[in-house]
């Protein structure tokens, strides 16, 4: 299962051309095919799987990229704050939550006694509340700033950059295989984030020049000082200081 969701960058990236017409260059490519590969690596011994498992585990990657790749399009095409991101998405994602959760969890909470829990340790359940909220603000927030893949290749690159450092500072045992596809999937990050920043670096640069040159957005309004096509100012009213 794990083998399959280690493919999830790439099944964003294609959602993201697909709905959004989101174009990555070749290299961006290769990257996202380096850092899936690599994550596939440490996952090669997990080789029990049934033809439902592999079916869900493909469902899931797909519509969780849908899902990431729409709350995008929520935020930086219709330019929704996370707030409001939140306040139209939150009730619909707790609503799924609390009726799959009531349904298949619910009767066994209650013949355990485990919502008297609730009670027992608030903190504890306030605490991991909150860390819950944080993490649904994380999200959208990292989404806006960067866009959904990007928000998939930074999940992997955590979790191969928390074994490597396990390994190395704790002197933790993992295979051989595992731990080249943990690099890997290092190496591979370190070049995705190089190509999206020398990306960034020259639509910054183009938008600089472009507003030293006085080129405008079509429907924007004209700068101060700007003249009309026979190089006269445009006209306006008068004002008479008293």
Same mark, same amino acid.
């Given at each position: ?12 990236? &294609? ?6 017409g ?18 596939a ?6 080789a029990?799987a049934?033809?439902?498992?592999? @079916? ?12 990431? &790749? ?10 929704f ?48 509340a +909150?860390l819950?909220l ?10 806006k700033? +960067?866009?959904?893949? +990007?928000?998939? &290749?930074?999940?992997q @690159? ?9 390994? &190395?500072?704790?002197?933790e ?17 370190s ?10 670096a ?8 472009? @507003?030293s ?9 004209p700068k101060?000082?700007?003249? +009309?096509?026979g190089?006269e ?9 008293v």
């Amino acid at each position: 299962m794990q083998f399959l969701k280690s493919f999830t960058p790439v099944v964003g990236a &294609v959602v993201s051309h697909t709905v959004l017409g989101r174009r990555e260059r070749t290299s961006v490519w290769l990257s996202l095919l380096g850092l899936c590969f690599g994550t596939a690596l440490t996952a090669a011994g997990d080789a029990h799987a049934s033809a439902l498992g592999l @079916a869900l585990a493909a469902t899931s990657s797909a519509t969780e990229a849908l899902r990431l &790749v729409l709350t995008q399009y929520v935020l930086q095409d219709m330019s929704f704050t996370i707030w409001e991101a939140q306040y139209y998405l939150s009730p619909a994602g707790g609503a799924c939550l609390l009726l799959v959760g009531a349904i298949f969890e619910g009767p066994k909470c209650f013949a355990a006694g485990d919502f008297a829990k609730l009670a027992r340790f608030p903190l504890l359940f306030l605490g991991a509340a +909150t860390l819950g909220l944080g993490v649904q603000l994380l999200t959208p927030a990292v989404i806006k700033a +960067t866009s959904s893949t +990007t928000l998939k &290749v930074i999940s992997q @690159a955590r979790n191969a950059g928390v074994v490597v450092f396990g390994v &190395v500072v704790y002197g933790e045992l993992i295979g051989r295989v595992q731990l080249l596809g943990y690099v890997i999937s290092l190496v591979a990050f370190s070049f995705y984030s190089y190509l999206k920043q020398k990306a960034a670096a020259v639509a910054h640069s183009a938008a600089q020049a472009a @507003a030293s040159a006085g080129i405008t957005k079509p429907g924007s309004s004209p700068k101060l000082g700007a003249t +009309t096509p026979g190089g006269e100012k445009p006209s306006g009213p008068s004002v008479v200081h008293v």
